[in-house]
């Protein structure tokens, strides 16, 4: 008898157990456009506790939830700065450009990661020819760097100097929950001081779909309005 097949082409390579899809049978739903599904209510207060934040926001992909964040922290005309394999960079349909107006500033990380120094290096003096720095995104973990991971002393240090550069920061988390288990910390000492993040469901954890964006209460409402934004303009096949 042949020992069966493990496919390990992808974390996204996932299927709903049985006791899920279960649950998702016998789930309690409500009209989500009025936030009356105490299901997805529940999932995002959970969220928002597990992670430190005040909100949570249920969205379809990852994506979505990165570009989300991306439109809420920045002015159009200005830069984000990442690590130049990120996800945001190399994978999301230069989505931060069609649907908030920045650009990507890149620069080599230490495995993937940002670190105090690169911020710094990144500063550039004010000219009113060019573009300023907005906001800084760190993956956690990082996905073409191999899977490394910012450890809690890492992920401070680098929120520090993007605060003292007057960087806003989000972190794409669509594998935090990796980086947790693998230091063994609470996932919200990886999140903490940040602006927001992303984390996602349909990985390792096997749900069918589905990411989560936390934030303060204020930018939730900054969140649902650019949702409803995109829906009317049609910009959702980007996210």
Not at 37 to 43: A, E, G, I, Y
Not at 70 to 78: D, F, H, M, S
Not at 129 to 153: F, K, P, Q
Not at 215 to 225: G, H, L, N, P
Request: hydrophobic share 45%.
């Amino acid at each position: 008898m042949l020992a069966p097949v493990i496919d390990l082409r992808s974390d996204t390579v996932t299927r709903p157990t049985p006791e899920m899809r279960r649950a998702m049978a016998e789930a309690e739903v409500g009209d989500d456009v009025f936030g009356e599904d105490p299901t997805v209510n529940r999932l995002q207060e959970h969220a928002a506790e597990l992670l430190g934040f005040e909100a949570a926001l249920w969205v379809p992909s990852g994506v979505m939830g990165n570009e989300i964040a991306i439109r809420v922290l920045t002015e159009p005309g200005q830069e984000v700065l990442a690590e130049e394999r990120s996800h945001v960079v190399q994978y999301e349909l230069a989505g931060m450009a069609v649907l908030s107006g920045v650009m990507p500033r890149v620069v080599p990380g230490d495995e993937g990661r940002l670190t105090p120094e690169s911020v710094r290096a990144a500063i550039r003096p004010y000219m009113y020819l060019r573009s300023d720095l907005g906001m800084a995104v760190i993956e956690n973990t990082h996905n073409l760097a191999g899977g490394s991971l910012y450890t809690v002393d890492q992920t401070a240090a680098v929120v520090t100097a993007c605060r003292e550069a007057g960087l806003r920061v989000h972190v794409d988390g669509a594998r935090l929950w990796n980086a947790a288990v693998a230091l063994g910390v609470p996932p919200a000492d990886l999140v903490r001081g940040a602006d927001s993040a992303m984390v996602t469901l349909s990985k390792g954890l096997c749900a069918p779909a589905g990411s989560l964006l936390v934030a303060s209460k204020e930018r939730s409402q900054e969140v649902k309005a650019v949702v409803d934004g995109l829906r009317e303009r049609g910009s959702t096949e980007y996210l």
